[in-house]
């Protein structure tokens, strides 16, 4: 394809190889709009173009300014400038090109840049789906789970690249779908996706798959289901596909313990589950069992352990929310008087969650709230493609659940300076990074093709799939370089890690099917991405702001 560049005429100039890393999928109109050259030659005062795809204009041009960092922990790169473009707000699909013909990869500038990311995410959890739940790509799976006792433990979805199934994170997974519809809902979407024709949205169909799979983990008063699965029995089995896995009928335990963190998960994930399906004409027999287990396991939480109160705390809210009961009102309260805010959180801590669930109701939870963005947005000025948080193993989950804080302080304040974090965090998702890869496989140009899941190897090994991966699947990002080298570098020998030069002294990431590190997606990732994302499929109709939600008054029934 040839391009004509209107307005510029680019001398041809031999120059060091340069990099153009940029969000690969877009920006809405008002964004702040950045990319980083990276380069090893000093690219100063040479001329940079942003052009129009369609049209072939260039709409934008200037010159590299000085360097503003070298090689460092954040960066591989002896040269790096940025480019910034926010003026840019005509929609349109653009690329940026150097004078060395280098160019980014396209990106959009539209209200609807990430429609359809959402759907993408989904996609990656029906192939996750385990039992008889009509998963995507394999057939009903390990239907006989709980081979050491008389309960139906079916259902749910494999935790990760292996078949396990862990309640503390399918509790959380869908929550966060369920909050991601009620979040939609809650500004006004009516068009959800419903592509089995049910009448029920998708994110909802997905979260069912969660909450009927809770509501049998708690099948008497003395026996509560933590995790499905032996796990060395299923790591020695090698890949293969679900449903001709040899452990299914004879080694599919049920591990039983009574443990605050999961039982606390059960409870706010089903009690916002009997809100949702309350309202859903039809389902109003769902939504009383879902609320009577939840309230089951709820009451059971606050009688063992002594850590968790994140999660007792939300559990509480939540309850409140499908009740209206003072009881769970002041015990919410009470827990989140308890807490403070963290500088991490996703499925391990609720803490920062609690806090935004609360937020519209309590100024002490949403001036906590703030603190916890402030702190990330702070930490996410001090790298240069704006990551907020440590390379800890899932640290891209970690880096999403602290975006999603901001955009749920920013529905409540208006607040667009704070508001930046989400942004920065979404970029370095969708491309905006030391690697250039866009970690959501099928979104952008540069995505995993080679992740770490058995279930899509032996796919791909039987040919079925023409890659190492399916939409939606989302890496866990960059990791420790140190910790890598010491303990998993026999993972990817050299040959084979095809992005090593842009590793950075502090982290690493490969796009390799042996990296369980880096590059295993896991169900409560790709959640966490749905909600990201859910935030900007609720934005008003052709602008750029969420729909405010304004403090609120509680209203208690007497219950």
Known sequence: MKFIIVGLIFPLLVLGESFVRVNQVGFLPDDVKQAIVGSDSDL???????????????????????????????????????????????????????????????????????????????YFLRVERCGDTQPELHQACHLYDGTNVPYDLTG??????????????????????????QIRKEAGVSNFSDQNNNGLPDILDEARVGLDYLVKLYPDQDHFVVQVGDLNADHSQGYRLPENDQLAERNRPAIFE???????????????????????????NKAQEYLAVAKKAYEKAKTVGSNHRDKLCLAAAELYFATGAKQYWQEAVNFNEQLSWSDWGHSG???????????????????????????????????????DVPYSWGSLYNALSSANMSLFYFRLSGDTVLNELAV?????????????????????????????????????????????????????????????????????????????????????????????????????????????????????SGGDTLPPEKPRNIRVSSE
Request: glycine letters at 6%; charged letters at 20%.
């Open 156 to 181: 749910g979805w494999h935790d990760a690249g292996d078949f396990l199934k862990f309640t503390r994170q399918e509790a959380y997974t869908t929550y966060l779908l369920l909050l991601s519809y």
């Open 44 to 122: 100063q005062n040479t001329t940079y173009l942003i052009r129009n795809l369609n049209t072939y204009q260039t709409v934008v041009s200037g010159k590299l300014g000085v360097s503003v960092s070298g090689v460092g922990p954040d960066t591989p790169f002896r040269y790096n400038y940025l480019i910034d473009f926010s003026t840019l707000r005509e929609k349109g699909i653009y690329v940026i090109e150097l004078e060395d013909r280098t160019q980014s990869p396209s990106f959009a500038v539209s209200p609807a840049a990430f429609q359809g990311i959402v759907d993408k995410l989904l």
């Open 258 to 284: 009574f443990d605050r963190q999961p039982l606390s998960k059960v409870a706010y994930a089903l009690a916002l589950g009997s809100k949702i399906f309350q309202e859903i004409t039809g389902q109003q």
């Open 349 to 387: 801590n609720n803490t920062n969650l609690a806090n935004a669930r609360l937020a519209p109701y309590l100024e002490s939870a949403r001036n906590k709230l703030r603190q916890a963005v402030e702190h990330f947005l702070n930490a996410s000025k001090q790298n240069l493609f704006g990551y």
């Open 424 to 540: 920065r965090i979404r970029d370095y998702t969708l491309g905006k990074n030391p690697w250039g890869v866009c970690f959501i496989s099928g979104v952008g140009t540069t995505y995993p093709r080679n992740i770490h899941n058995g279930t899509i190897r032996a796919l791909k090994e039987s040919g079925v799939l023409s890659e190492y991966t399916v939409p939606g699947a989302i890496a866990e990002g960059p990791f420790y370089r140190d910790k890598w080298e010491a303990n998993y570098s026999s993972f990817v020998p050299p040959q084979e890690d095809i992005y090593y030069r842009f590793h950075t002294s502090a982290c690493v990431y490969h796009d390799h099917l042996n990296d369980y590190v880096t590059n295993e997606p896991t169900i409560y990732g790709v959640a966490e991405a749905i909600l990201h994302f859910s935030f900007y499929s609720a934005l008003n």
